[in-house]
Structures are given as C-alpha cells and as structure tokens.
C-alpha cells in the first residue's frame, strides 16, 4: 500500500519529530473577556513566524544528534530555539471555527470535565483550574538556556502587546541520562510513523529488511513499530483495526485540521520520597529487594533493560520483544528474546505493559487493534527532585483523545482486569487511578502489594489542537 505524502512544511515539529532540547518553556494564557477573539488573532499573527516546521526539527535532531556522537562540535548547533502552538476549543469557537472546536468530544468538553480520568477537583488544580483555563499554550524549547530565556520573553511581551492573560509560565529540563524523576530511563518506545517525504517516495524512517521477524512488514527496524500517520495527524490514512500493515480512512475532520493534532498536557507531580519511602515498605512487607520491585511496577529496569529480557540488552535489544510471542535474533542486530505471556518475568500490572500490551490480544480485540491507540509522547521532566515539585510535564498526540490517551490513561491503566479481560492483575502503580478513599491494588511477582499513596498526583492541565502551519496563517488571519 503507498504511503502518503507527509508535508513537512506544514506540520509542526513539536509533532514530528518533537523537541529533544535540554531545556523547554511552556508558556499559558486567557483569552480577555472583552475582544477575545481579537487577543487570539493578534497573537497568533506574532507567532505565526516563530512556529518550527516538522522540517527543521528533523534536521536539529540530526545535528544534536551528530554532536552526541561526537561527529559535530557543538558550536556547530544552529541555537535558534524551535516553537510551537497549541489552542483550546474555546479559543477556536472565539475565533469562528466551530468545525474545528468541535472535532473531538474530549477536546470540546475540555480535560476538567473528564471526570473519567479521576483527576482531583479542578478547583484544586494549579494549570488549567476554573477560570485559569489555558486558550493559547506556548511550547519553546532549545539548548542554549540564555537564548530560549530571551526568545520566552520575547512572546511575554507579545502576549501582552495582544491583551492576552497569563495562566501558566512553566519551565521544563531533560535529566542527565533522559531519566524521569523516580530514576528510571525514559523516551525508549515510540510508534513510527509511515509515510514518505519526498516524490520518490523515501519513507520518513528507514526500513530495516528483517525477515526472520513475525509481521516484519509492521516494523521499521527491532522494536520500531510502524503506525499509520493519521492515528496522529488529521487528514490522513490511519492504521486499520484488524491488520497490522493495512491502513484505514482518515479520521473524518474539516480540511483545516489536516496535518494538524490534538495535544494532551498534564502537569503529573512526582512525590518521589514516597515513592521511595512506600516500596521500601512493600519491599520489606514481601522480603525483596526494593529497587527490583520499583522496576516490576515500571517493566524496566532504570537503565530502561525490559524485564522481559534477561541478557544485558542494550541499543536497539531494550525495545527488541513480545510478551505473547518470542521474537527472533536480528542478522547483524539484536538478539532475539523468550515471550512472557502470563507475567513471569515482567508483571501484567508493569507500567509499560499496561500502556502497551504489543502482541496480546487485549479487551479491545487482537494486536492491531492496540496500535490504533499508541500516543506520540513528549512529555520533558521538571523541578529538581528532593527540592519541592518535581516531575514530568507529560504531552502526547493523538488524533482520538478516547480511543488514544483516555484509553491508556484510565481504561487500561486504572482499571485492574484490562488490558487483559478476565485477570485481575491489578492497576498500573505509577499512574492508574482509582475512586477517593481506595486502595490501589497491582500484582506483582513476589505478590500482591496495595496503597494508598499517590505516586504522581495530576495538577491538571488541557487538551489542546496543534494546528498546521498553514491553518495557523488562516486562524491569525
Ligand atoms: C509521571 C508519570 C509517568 C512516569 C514516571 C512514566 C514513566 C515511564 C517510563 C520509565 C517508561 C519506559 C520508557 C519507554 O518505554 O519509553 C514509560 C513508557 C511509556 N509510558 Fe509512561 N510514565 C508516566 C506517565 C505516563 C502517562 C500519563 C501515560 C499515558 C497513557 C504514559 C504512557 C506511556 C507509554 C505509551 C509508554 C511506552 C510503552 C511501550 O511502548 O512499551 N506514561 N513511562
């Protein structure tokens, strides 16, 4: 089946390929009660020009990523910080797009009225709460913290120049290792997308011939699974419910939403002296180490090895396996690795199992249908663990915030019987929700563990639509 075309030009690059930067800015605001469309117009239009290309962030990446090989100097980086926009339904509604407000239920309604998700009242929250809604979010990112400080208030003054109201003025930074804040690696797994980038048809990713491995077709390399780009950017084919390499119609949409996406952003605190504090507890209530139990609630070890894995994988070997299926030694790549289909080696209730089951048929159907609900993550950590607040800013894309986000986040995270029906395994210990007042419950290899702390604790946040550089022209217009 061709792949489309991706317009490279057109779609944001905190979509694709997502800001890598060390630092990143996330800046908020409300749109004034009196002219609120024009506030958003006049802002739009200052940003319009500021608004990285897919384009460049791909060739940034390459170049940071030549400087980490040590193939480039680093004075080499080009220091322009890369930027990115992203609008509520309020504001596209002000703006007199209600096509686009209203393209999602989730987005219309906005994220503090999901009570699904189990959330504190938003009254409590400290982004997005009643009246602090966020209309307009800027995301700026770079590795120079001096040069993203003066381009952040470059965008104060013009939000100010625009009338528009501070809500939300948050700073992000990656951690040494790409750890999060409980310690373990993260930003291993990714979906890839299909699709080309040129007239003759060169694939966005490369593909790594690997015949050895069950449905090859659906890999772009070990551990790459390649996902239709229309689960993330509307306009365009997505994956099909039944088949892991067939594609299915785009999402139905109005044309300005093509190559656009919806965001979500969660502000998740990381208490990581209780976290530390009650799986030592549990630890020691079971006889076990307690660093082997935080890795069975993630499914990694901290250095991101799975554990279903018991070599000293590395590379490309730590996204490299099933948990239903072994998977094949790589020629001139990885090893292969055993399956672990009932959780002996990795629990069902593990962080990363929950969020993505791979190859188990799970209560939504078989295999495929679970990467029609993958999420493009990029979420960066903030704070400084140990001094206050701390913890990940986490954003993701999708373009079905139910079937997508919600499904993970609540559906099979927070449920104790899903993703695998009929096993009561337990939530997910690090971000599955439960009602006030009960326990949280999760499975794990020397036992069952229960608690009533939070681990992370949601401060709110929103659910926002990245448009396309070309809707953006037509918004500010
Ligand atoms: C503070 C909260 C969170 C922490 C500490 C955390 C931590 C981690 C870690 C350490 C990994 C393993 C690295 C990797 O495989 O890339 C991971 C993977 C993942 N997380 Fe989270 N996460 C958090 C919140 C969330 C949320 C809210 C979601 C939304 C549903 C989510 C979805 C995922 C997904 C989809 C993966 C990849 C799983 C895979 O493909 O195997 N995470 N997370």
Same mark, same amino acid.
């Given at each position: 089946?061709?792949?489309?075309?991706?317009?490279?030009?057109? &779609?944001? *690059?905190?979509?694709?390929?997502?800001?890598?930067?060390?630092?990143?800015?996330?800046? =908020?605001? +409300? %749109? $004034? !009660? #009196?002219?609120?469309?024009?506030?958003?117009?006049?802002?739009?239009?200052?940003?319009?020009?500021?608004?990285?290309?897919?384009?460049?962030?791909?060739?940034?990446?390459?170049?940071?990523?030549?400087?980490?090989?040590?193939?480039?100097?680093?004075?080499?980086?080009?220091?322009?910080?890369?930027?990115?926009?992203?609008?509520?339904?309020?504001?596209?509604?002000?703006?007199?797009?209600?096509?686009?407000?209203?393209?999602?239920?989730?987005?219309?309604?906005?994220?503090?009225?999901?009570?699904?998700?189990?959330?504190?009242?938003?009254?409590?929250?400290?982004?997005?709460?009643?009246?602090?809604?966020?209309?307009?979010?800027?995301?700026?990112?770079?590795?120079?913290?001096?040069?993203?400080?003066?381009?952040?208030?470059? &965008?104060? *003054?013009?939000?100010?120049?625009?009338?528009?109201?501070?809500?939300?003025?948050?700073? =992000?930074? +990656? %951690? $040494? !290792? #790409?750890?999060?804040?409980?310690?373990?690696?993260?930003?291993?797994?990714?979906?890839?997308?299909?699709?080309?980038?040129?007239?003759?048809?060169?694939?966005?990713?490369?593909?790594?011939?690997?015949?050895?491995?069950?449905?090859?077709?659906?890999?772009?390399?070990?551990?790459?699974?390649?996902?239709?780009?229309?689960?993330?950017?509307?306009?365009?084919?997505?994956?099909?419910?039944?088949?892991?390499?067939?594609?299915?119609?785009?999402?139905?949409?109005?044309?300005?939403?093509?190559?656009?996406?919806?965001?979500?952003?969660?502000?998740?605190?990381?208490?990581?002296?209780?976290?530390?504090?009650?799986?030592?507890?549990?630890?020691?209530?079971?006889?076990?180490?307690?660093?082997?139990?935080?890795?069975?609630?993630?499914?990694?070890?901290?250095?991101?090895?799975?554990?279903?894995?018991?070599?000293?994988?590395?590379?490309?070997?730590?996204?490299?396996?099933?948990?239903?299926?072994?998977?094949?030694?790589?020629?001139?790549?990885?090893?292969?690795?055993?399956?672990?289909?009932?959780?002996?080696?990795?629990?069902?209730?593990?962080?990363?199992?929950?969020?993505?089951?791979?190859?188990?048929?799970?209560?939504?159907?078989?295999?495929?249908?679970?990467?029609?609900?993958?999420?493009?993550?990029?979420?960066?950590?903030?704070?400084?663990?140990?001094?206050?607040?701390?913890?990940?800013?986490?954003?993701?894309?999708?373009?079905?915030?139910?079937?997508?986000?919600?499904?993970?986040?609540?559906?099979?995270?927070?449920?104790?019987?899903?993703?695998?029906?009929?096993?009561?395994?337990?939530?997910?210990?690090?971000?599955?929700?439960?009602?006030?007042?009960?326990?949280?419950?999760?499975?794990?290899?020397?036992?069952?563990?229960?608690?009533?702390?939070?681990?992370?604790?949601?401060?709110?946040?929103?659910?926002?639509?990245?448009?396309?550089?070309?809707?953006?022209?037509?918004?500010?217009?």
């Amino acid at each position: 089946m061709t792949e489309p075309l991706l317009d490279l030009d057109d &779609i944001q *690059a905190h979509v694709l390929p997502g800001f890598g930067h060390e630092h990143q800015w996330l800046l =908020g605001w +409300r %749109l $004034p !009660g #009196d002219e609120p469309a024009g506030a958003a117009r006049a802002l739009l239009a200052e940003l319009a020009g500021r608004i990285t290309p897919a384009r460049r962030g791909l060739a940034d990446r390459a170049a940071r990523r030549a400087v980490r090989r040590g193939r480039t100097a680093r004075s080499r980086l080009s220091g322009r910080p890369a930027t990115a926009v992203a609008l509520s339904a309020r504001t596209l509604r002000m703006l007199g797009h209600d096509e686009l407000a209203t393209i999602d239920e989730a987005f219309t309604a906005g994220m503090a009225r999901r009570g699904y998700l189990r959330d504190p009242p938003p009254g409590d929250w400290t982004v997005g709460g009643p009246g602090r809604e966020i209309d307009i979010l800027v995301m700026t990112a770079g590795e120079d913290l001096e040069r993203l400080a003066a381009a952040v208030e470059e &965008i104060r *003054a013009a939000a100010v120049r625009a009338r528009c109201e501070p809500v939300h003025d948050q700073q =992000g930074r +990656r %951690l $040494p !290792g #790409d750890v999060e804040h409980f310690g373990f690696r993260d930003g291993i797994s990714q979906p890839v997308l299909r699709g080309v980038v040129d007239a003759d048809g060169t694939p966005l990713v490369e593909r790594l011939p690997m015949p050895s491995m069950p449905d090859h077709r659906a890999y772009a390399g070990p551990g790459d699974v390649l996902v239709w780009p229309g689960q993330f950017l509307f306009g365009l084919p997505r994956q099909s419910e039944t088949d892991p390499v067939r594609s299915a119609p785009a999402r139905r949409a109005p044309g300005l939403a093509r190559n656009g996406s919806l965001l979500v952003y969660r502000k998740l605190e990381q208490d990581v002296p209780g976290f530390r504090a009650d799986t030592g507890r549990m630890a020691a209530g079971l006889g076990v180490d307690p660093d082997r139990l935080r890795a069975e609630m993630v499914g990694r070890w901290p250095d991101g090895r799975p554990l279903v894995r018991t070599d000293d994988a590395t590379g490309a070997e730590l996204n490299h396996f099933g948990y239903d299926t072994a998977v094949p030694a790589i020629p001139g790549g990885p090893r292969g690795a055993d399956a672990d289909p009932d959780g002996a080696r990795c629990p069902l209730s593990a962080h990363i199992r929950k969020v993505n089951p791979r190859d188990q048929e799970t209560d939504k159907g078989p295999p495929s249908a679970t990467l029609t609900f993958a999420i493009l993550r990029r979420g960066i950590t903030y704070g400084v663990a140990g001094d206050g607040d701390c913890g990940l800013l986490f954003l993701c894309y999708q373009t079905d915030l139910v079937s997508q986000f919600e499904l993970l986040a609540q559906r099979w995270a927070g449920s104790p019987d899903r993703p695998r029906q009929g096993l009561d395994n337990g939530v997910d210990l690090l971000i599955g929700r439960v009602r006030a007042g009960t326990a949280r419950r999760a499975r794990l290899l020397p036992g069952e563990v229960s608690t009533f702390a939070d681990y992370v604790i949601p401060r709110g946040g929103a659910y926002l639509f990245t448009p396309s550089l070309s809707a953006l022209r037509v918004l500010a217009a």
